[in-house]
Structure formats: C-alpha cells, structure tokens
C-alpha cells in the first residue's frame, strides 16, 4: 500500500434554494439558510484549507453561512477563490419554467431511471449534463497536475452542486455520465475523496493498481464525521 501524502477534497452541495412550487428553479437563485446544518459543517471544517466556490450566489451564500459557525481562526481558509468550472449544468430555458411545460418537452426524449433527464438531453440553450462532465473533469486533470506540481496537501474544500458532484465521481472513478446521474446528492452533504499524485516508477517496479482517487465518503450529512 502507497504511503505518499495525499490531498482531501471535501466537496459540499449548497444549501436548498428559494423555489416556486411547480417550477424549476432558477438558474441563480438565493440560498436558503438552515442554522443546525451550517453549524455542523462549520465545526467540520479544516484548519488552513484552500476554499474553491462556484460562483453562483446559493454556494457563496453557503459558503459565508458556513464561515459564520467555525470554531477558531485557524478554520477561516488559508485561500478562497471563485473557479467557473464547477458551475451547476446551465438548464438554458428551462431553468425557472414550469415544470408541466419542462416535462412535455422532455416526453419523446430519452428517458432516466434516477433524474428528470438523460445524460446526452441538451436543454434548449443550456449544457448538456454530458458536456458538464467534460468541464468538470478537465478541472479535476488540471488540479492533479497543479497539485503533483506543486506538492501542494492542503485540504481543498469545494463549494458546489449536485450535478458537479456528480461529474465529479464520474471522474474520479470514470464512471459513464449516465450512471452518475443515479448518485444522489443532498443540500449541505459532503462528498470526500482523497487524491494521491502519481510518482514516476522505475523499469522494475510494478505501477500499482486502484487509480489516484480513494472515495472516503459520499453524501456524508452535516452532522456526521
């Protein structure tokens, strides 16, 4: 077994959103806040992490929601930054249309045992949750090489969304998009996983098998661990 430091990615799903009853919601729309769930991540936290927030407003709100409830200064993070590529899946016209008229568009497309769209159904002008999943992952191949680069241990704590956490296991164990979709994602869980750089091996070493990424906990609530 490899005994090479490794680097935690801690990813968290925002908190719930404000939403119309029977609409989809949309695109950008404010974080509701919940005290109890915040205050357990914020307990959570490690000390001198490296924060990566998607830009929209419900994960920054999530993540100021969670700074508010840290026990000591040595959490605050050591850097925080705003990074476009774990953005949620653009939903084009869809986000915030009502969800009788979202359904009759989708009735002649394919269909998904676990979510309300195929891996491969492009919204009109939106993303196709397939093409977040490239995005996501070519993030994911550049933060291995900074990382390997750099040595760089710091705990990485990444404020985001469901359908990235998604993109995010499909990479990390190269499952297909559609199957990631059947993962499920709650408000203010914490997704965790563990990356451990590849090292150069000699002509008579064997490359070990299992990969860079060792999952150490999926949809893991606030108040546990």
Request: hydrophobic share 40%.
């Amino acid at each position: 077994m490899n005994q090479l430091p490794v680097t935690r990615f801690i990813w968290i799903r925002h908190a719930p959103v404000e939403k119309k009853h029977g609409f989809v919601p949309d695109h950008d729309p404010n974080a509701r806040y919940q005290v109890e769930a915040a205050r357990r991540l914020g307990a959570s936290m490690p000390e001198k992490a490296r924060w990566v927030i998607s830009p929209l407003k419900r994960t920054r709100q999530t993540a100021e929601q969670v700074k508010q409830h840290l026990l000591t200064s040595e959490q605050l993070p050591e850097v925080e930054q705003v990074e476009p590529r774990i953005i949620e899946q653009d939903l084009g016209t869809w986000a915030g249309a009502k969800l009788a008229d979202v359904w009759e568009e989708l009735a002649p497309l394919p269909k998904h045992n676990f979510s309300f769209q195929h891996a491969e159904t492009e919204p009109p002008g939106g993303e196709r949750f397939i093409d977040q999943c490239v995005r996501v992952s070519t993030y994911l191949t550049d933060e291995e090489a900074r990382i390997t680069h750099q040595n760089d241990t710091r705990t990485q704590v990444m404020f985001a969304h469901a359908h990235t956490i998604r993109a995010v296991v499909a990479h990390c164990f190269g499952l297909a998009p559609d199957i990631a979709l059947s993962i499920k994602v709650d408000n203010y869980s914490r997704t965790i996983f563990d990356f451990l750089p590849s090292h150069s091996a000699s002509k008579d070493e064997l490359v070990p098998a299992g990969g860079n990424w060792q999952l150490i906990g999926l949809n893991m609530p606030a108040n546990e661990g």
